[in-house]
Nanobody, 124 residues
Framework: VQLQASGGGLVQAGGSLRLSCAAS????????VGWFRQAPGEEREFVAH????????YSADSVKGRFTISRDNAKNTVYLQMNSLKPEDTAVYYC??????????????????WGQGTLVTVSS
């Protein structure tokens, strides 16, 4: 199983980025997917989650209205569209996949598979 996160980079405050998480080695449509992030010296935190079919999404309060999670099961890919970026969004962003019944979506321990992370840097 492999999750490949990409799309990070350096952007000015107010700008946008779209992250991608490409999955292989698993039946992608049977897993829900989350994005987490970890800033330097901070703990990893929940950002957004999408259910298996994409019907339901959940976001952290800190990104609500700015970030949108989506998925394309035909391409085995989940996206995180990030708009109105702020310097405090600077972090390594990780995607992760979990079984439907493996626990609450905002718990790190609920996820079975993790990508390697992609760095997002927002300059002021």
């Amino acid at each position: 199983v492999q999750l490949q996160a990409s799309g990070g980079g350096l952007v000015q405050a107010g700008g946008s980025l779209r992250l991608s998480c490409a999955a292989s080695g698993l039946t992608f449509s049977t897993y829900s997917v989350g994005w987490f992030r970890q800033a330097p010296g901070e703990e990893r935190e929940f950002v957004a989650h999408i259910t298996r079919s994409g019907t339901n999404t959940y976001s952290a309060d800190s990104v609500k209205g700015r970030f949108t999670i989506s998925r394309d099961n035909a391409k085995n890919t989940v996206y995180l569209q990030m708009n109105s970026l702020k310097p405090e969004d600077t972090a390594v962003y990780y995607c992760a996949a979990k079984w439907a019944d493996s626990g609450t979506y905002y718990w790190i321990s609920s996820y079975q598979y993790w990508g390697q992370g992609t760095l997002v840097t927002v300059s002021s």
